[in-house]
């Protein structure tokens, strides 16, 4: 049959599955959206406040069901207003797939109205890209757009559409969605030599990344440490992995890590590293990171295989496939006198102080987790808050923890948290952790959590600072206070009104509880304001470039 580009473009989207998709109109992409009306009842469509909105809704959306997250922009600033988002997407292996307009291709590189030259702009941050030059390529160049997003290590692809594609028209032939290509084979000999390392270990630990759930093998991973009773220590990107009440859990690990898992790192003789990159919030030191042992790695990628930390045995392979198999190689194995060690750093470790005047960040998340309930999705911006939930939430599963860890990208929580919602419907619980620093980057998207009625709830810590600047400016700037303190005047409960959300102020513990639970009986969006002093840290922390060493705990000093 012949169709158009823009009915091609429909078809392609419903032929792979996809029936949410988040965007921004414009003149380059009028023939598509004019289509995408057309198919309204087949396909739904979110128009956020701005574009980088958009790209984290479905960067949300991705990492919060697993399916590839899927962007519309228009051409020139719309192209280039999702690059922050296809970058945090591509340094978190998120996959997605964005679409953008351009002008018609007689008018490509010649500076016309509203032109950007995406492909080369996003060529560094995407797993590939393509421009599409005749309408008879659009839809491969979708389906292998799909293909590739899931494949291997996961990631954005960007499609750029020029107008007069849309238009055109060609003979259209339907197929089946794309599957991605998962690798099943590896190196036996190498996979081998890795168990025989672990069953012979007396200290051994397990260190892993967000490839165990891209991967879907958080279940491997439990097995592996249970048979074998070795305990595992996880990055930002894989919270939610373990139980918090799990022995063999020693937390997350790095610059805000816990003392014990560190520590553990630290004197352990062989670490298994699996779908992590070493990068440089855990191995702060390379040179000194996991002294004593001896390294294997576990990643889908080889490129990652001796990037930031030199290891001793690498195997190339998906983290589900790998861990089941070294699961049959592994010996029934018992490891008390190291257990014993790692509860007395435990013991050690950091302990926040409690008050029942003021609000403190700990208490404030502790309260959220028991009240929000064991279903509900956290999505963080970036600063203190999004350590101290890393930190403090409790309960937390695979894909219940969504954050920014690679790119680190202030503004990321309202959009992801909007796609998250939307994904998972209005019965499950979505929260937004934010600081007032990455919230005034973000607070826009209010008006798409109010023009959709979504019940997101938004939990602001405000110090009226840039509380991770300042701690790093106190402990290591000599308190020079350069920059950090905007002196904003923000009614937040105003400007929620404002918006057509509902807003609460809170000062102390007592407020919060009773404002978090109205906000849970509120329909559409809440935001709740929480004041918390200014110099609040989040601790422990190890310097960048130091190690284990140089920890500094609640009294500032290093631990023993």
């Known amino acids: 049959m012949k169709l158009t580009g823009s009915q091609i473009f429909v078809e392609v989207l419903l032929e792979q599955g996809v029936d949410t998709l988040f965007g921004y109109p414009g003149g380059a992409v009028l023939n598509l959206y004019d289509e995408l009306y057309r198919n309204q009842d087949r396909i739904n469509h979110y128009m956020t406040a701005h574009e980088q909105g958009a790209c984290h809704a479905a960067d949300g959306y991705a990492r919060a069901t697993g399916k590839t997250g899927v962007v519309l922009a228009t051409s020139g600033p719309g192209a280039t207003n999702l690059v922050t988002g296809i970058a945090t997407a591509y340094m978190d292996s998120v996959p997605l797939v964005a679409f953008t307009g351009n002008v018609g291709t007689a008018g490509l590189g010649k500076d016309s109205f509203q032109e950007a030259y995406i492909e080369g702009i996003t060529m560094p941050i995407t797993k590939h890209n393509y421009t599409v030059r005749h309408v008879e ?315 959709y009625n979504l019940p997101v709830i938004t939990v602001i810590f405000n110090n009226a600072v840039l509380g991770m600047v300042r701690q790093w400016q106190t402990l290591l700037y000599g308190k020079r206070y350069s920059s950090t303190d905007p002196q904003r005047k923000t009614n937040y409960v105003k400007v929620a009104e404002g918006f057509g959300a509902k807003g609460w102020h809170c000062e102390t513990p007592a407020e919060f509880e009773a404002a978090f639970a109205e906000a849970l009986k509120n329909d559409g969006p809440s935001w709740i304001e929480c004041v918390i002093e200014k110099d609040e840290k989040v601790l422990p922390m190890i310097p960048a470039g130091a190690t284990i060493a140089d920890i500094i705990m609640a009294d500032g000093k290093e631990a023993e």
């Open 137 to 451: 390529d659009l839809a491969d160049i979708m389906r292998d757009a799909f293909r590739i997003a899931q494949s291997g290590r996961k990631g954005p692809v960007l499609v750029d559409i020029p107008k007069d594609i849309t238009a055109a028209s060609c003979e259209f032939t339907p197929a089946e969605p794309v599957k991605p290509e998962v690798k099943k084979d590896f190196d036996e000999e190498a996979l081998k030599e890795a168990a025989e390392l672990l069953n012979n270990a007396k200290r051994p630990v397990i260190y892993f990344g967000g490839g165990i759930i891209l991967s879907g093998a958080a279940d491997e991973m439990r097995q592996v440490m249970a048979k074998a009773d070795i305990p595992a220590t996880w990055t930002l990107m894989a919270k939610g992995t373990l139980e918090d009440d799990d022995p063999l859990n020693l937390g997350m690990i790095g610059m805000h890590g816990c003392f014990a898992s560190n520590k553990a790192v630290d004197n352990a003789d062989v670490l298994l590293a699996v779908g992590t990159r070493f990068s440089d919030r855990v191995a702060l030191n390379p040179s000194k990171f996991a002294k004593s042992a001896k390294i294997i790695q576990f990643d889908i990628d080889a490129s990652e295989m001796d990037k930031n930390v030199q290891v001793s045995l690498s195997v190339i392979g998906d983290a589900a496939v790998l861990l089941d198999k070294l699961n049959d190689l592994l010996n029934e194995n018992s490891h008390e006198a190291w257990r014993e060690a790692i509860e007395e750093w435990k013991r050690a470790d950091y302990r926040p102080t409690d008050s029942d005047t003021v609000l403190k960040p700990h208490r404030i998340l502790q309260t959220v987790a028991k009240m929000a309930g064991d279903d509900s999705i956290y999505v963080t911006d970036v600063g203190q808050h999004q350590m101290w939930a890393a930190q403090y939430l409790t309960h937390v599963k695979p894909r219940h923890f969504l954050t920014s860890g690679g790119l680190g990208t202030m503004g990321y929580g309202y959009g992801a948290a909007i796609g998250a919602q939307i994904a998972k419907g209005r019965e499950q619980r979505v929260v937004h952790l934010t600081g007032d620093g990455s919230f005034h980057m973000n607070l826009n998207e209010a008006v798409t959590a109010v023009s």
